[in-house]
């Protein structure tokens, strides 16, 4: 069974750029996530889906950042424009219907904005 | 106050011997505890998760869960180099679906 697949894996760009991270969930995965985490920090979640439908943006800073999960399958997060402090990691992560609801992480996008 | 509070280490430990990885939480009603391994670069991976107070075992995964305490920890017996990781607490707070982390601990295994 494939993973989650998250491209592009590493990303270089100055401030004030936009950019743009993809995610595609496990196969039959409704819900996916997208999070943020900072070094030495643990995941923060940025926004959840269920299906096409954003179900929890609240920690997504909307004034730059937006999300789309347009068929309910592939989902892309965009920062524009982007701040130093966007640096991070931004992780991708899916669950389906098991009762322990575990979430599956794809690999990571590390950001760094210069 | 941290809703999910772990110490940042290093915790370390010779091969061989028993890691212990604490983890106290801020929400009395939360229902669900994850144990998450993340090694440098990766991305993390589930390793234990337990719902109900006490023991749970797998291999040599150990979590326990003290709810009246707001507590959980996981231990790891005959630690192995490979065990070398951030361990990270997740914990599903009250009835919603969020997880939410911990900051991690960082064990460090000796040989």
């Known amino acids: 069974e494939a993973g989650v697949v998250q491209s592009p894996r590493y990303k270089i760009i100055e401030k004030k750029q936009p950019v743009a991270f993809w995610c595609n969930p496990i196969?039959?995965?409704?819900?996916l996530y997208w999070y943020r985490q900072n070094l030495g920090q643990g995941p923060e979640l940025l926004i959840r889906?269920?299906?096409?439908?954003?179900?929890?943006d609240s920690q997504l800073p909307k004034d730059r950042f937006s999300a789309e999960r347009l068929k309910g399958v592939d989902s892309t997060l965009k920062i524009q424009p982007a701040e130093l402090g966007d640096s991070a990691v931004y992780l991708c992560a899916s669950s389906g219907l098991a009762a322990n609801n575990e979430q599956f992480f794809g690999p990571g996008t590390r950001l760094t904005v210069l | 106050q941290k809703e999910v509070e772990q110490n940042s280490g290093p915790l370390s430990v010779p091969e061989g011997a028993i890691a212990s990885l604490n983890c106290t939480y801020s929400d009395r009603g939360s229902q669900s505890f994850f144990w998450y391994r993340q090694y440098s670069g990766k991305s993390p991976e589930l390793i234990m998760f337990?719902?109900?107070?006490g023991d749970k075992e797998d291999g040599r995964f150990t979590a326990q869960l003290n709810k009246a305490s707001q507590y959980v920890s996981l231990l790891i017996r005959d630690s192995q180099p490979s065990d070398s990781a951030t361990y990270l607490c997740?914990?599903?707070?009250?009835?919603?679906?969020?997880?939410?982390f911990g900051s991690g601990t960082r064990l460090l295994v000796r040989p």
């Open positions: 889906y269920e299906n096409e439908e954003a179900v929890d």
């Open positions: 337990i719902y109900s107070n």
């Open positions: 196969s039959g995965h409704n819900t």
């Open positions: 997740a914990v599903v707070m009250d009835s919603s679906y969020k997880l939410i």
